[in-house]
């Protein structure tokens, strides 16, 4: 099993930045592909992106692409996400997720942490 814990999220105005970290538990981290949701009020949770378990691969919410990065640090068993050009509409409950490599769904899930982005 593993735990996740969210760190770095806020308030920021729009345009600004801020990067989301994830702190996972347990030694098996590296086997876990590694993800990004996020919930705002009244919405339905939406995928934002996600991550390989070598960080050689990258996948994207069109919603974000070009201006979210997510990367990973496998020695610190941490995954980042770093969020550019941030929106009002990017306002959310950001989580963090993990699914062993032959999983369908992602199976763990972080407490959330919010981020807000005001006009």
């Not at 806020?10 to 347990?26: D, E, F, I, K």
């Not at 009244?42 to 069109?62: C, L, W």
Request: charged residues 20%.
């Amino acid at each position: 099993q593993v735990q996740l814990v969210e760190s770095g999220g806020g308030l920021v105005q729009a345009g600004g930045s801020l990067r989301l970290s994830c702190a996972a538990s347990g030694r098996t981290f590296s086997s876990y592909h590694m993800g990004w949701f996020r919930q705002a009020p009244g919405k339905e949770r939406e995928y934002v992106a996600s991550i390989s378990r070598s960080g050689g691969s990258t996948y994207y919410a069109d919603s974000v692409k070009g201006r979210f990065t997510v990367s990973r640090d496998n020695a610190k068993n941490t995954v980042y996400l770093q969020m550019n050009s941030l929106k009002p509409e990017d306002t959310a409950v950001y989580y963090c997720v993990a699914r062993p490599e032959t999983a369908r769904v992602y199976d763990y899930w972080g407490q959330g942490t919010q981020v807000t982005v005001s006009s």
